[in-house]
């Protein structure tokens, strides 16, 4: 049972390039989640996602784009690349928040440096 | 804005020692949920409280909920020097479909 899988594990983009971050699910989760972590300021929502074919902004959304075509993959993309999107990358999944919350399932991450 | 905000931003302890990191928040919540960070790897679940407990046990870990003062806390007993990690709270707020982390407090636990 793989978890939570983000693709790819590293990356250096040139300030202007674009690419797509890939995390895949194998536990059936309806949420999927896109955080980026910069020192000092833990985790960040960037998109959401509560089923295929939904996504939402989170609190630092501008730059990023997403897609959920299949409930088992969730794309991050950046369209045009900036050295403040350098970062570590985390995908999560989970069943859901709310009153029948679950714990969210994190990837390991993708450390993205953007020059 | 971030909604939980943990507190201190570190703690170093001796082994052996407990370790106490607190975390608040700002609007009601449905679940509280403390996570754990090894350097440079992906988060792991600890242990989850909704709104209406007060109080939560796994192994070494104590977890409180104060609704009406917006904070929880977690206790880990007896720590190790394998505790040293980064520990984080996350909260969904009523109403939200979000999962929204604080900034974390850093935990080292000498030997």
């Known amino acids: 049972n793989a978890g939570v899988t983000q693709t790819p594990k590293f990356r250096v983009l040139k300030t202007g390039q674009s690419m797509t971050l890939l995390c895949a699910q194998d536990?059936?989760?309806?949420?999927m989640y896109w955080y980026r972590q910069d020192p000092g300021m833990g985790l960040r929502l960037i998109h959401y996602?509560?089923?295929?074919?939904?996504?939402a902004k989170g609190e630092v959304p501008d730059g990023y784009n997403v897609s959920r075509l299949k409930k088992q993959n969730f794309l991050l993309g950046l369209e045009s690349a900036a050295p403040s999107q350098t970062s570590v990358y985390f995908c999560?999944?989970?069943?859901?928040?709310?009153?029948?919350?679950?714990?969210?399932?994190f990837g390991q991450g993708t450390r993205l440096t953007v020059v | 804005s971030q909604q939980g905000e943990e507190d201190p931003q570190a703690l170093s302890i001796q082994e052996g020692e407990n370790a106490t990191m607190n975390c608040s928040y700002k609007?009601?919540?449905?679940?509280l949920q403390w996570y754990r960070q090894n350097s440079g790897r992906g988060l792991v679940h600890l242990i989850l409280?909704?709104?209406?407990?007060r109080e939560k046990h796994s192994g070494r870990l104590r977890v409180t909920l104060d609704t009406s003062k917006k904070s929880s806390s977690l206790l880990i007993t007896a720590s190790r020097a394998a505790d040293t990690a980064s520990y984080f709270c996350?909260?969904?707020?009523?109403?939200?479909?979000?999962?929204?982390f604080g900034k974390g407090t850093k935990l080292t636990v000498n030997p």
């Open positions: 609007t009601s919540i449905n679940n």
């Open positions: 996350a909260t969904d707020a009523n109403g939200s479909e979000k999962l929204v």
């Open positions: 536990m059936n989760h309806e949420y």
């Open positions: 409280i909704r709104s209406n407990e």
């Open positions: 996602s509560v089923g295929e074919g939904t996504t």
């Open positions: 999560a999944s989970s069943a859901g928040t709310g009153r029948g919350g679950a714990e969210a399932f």
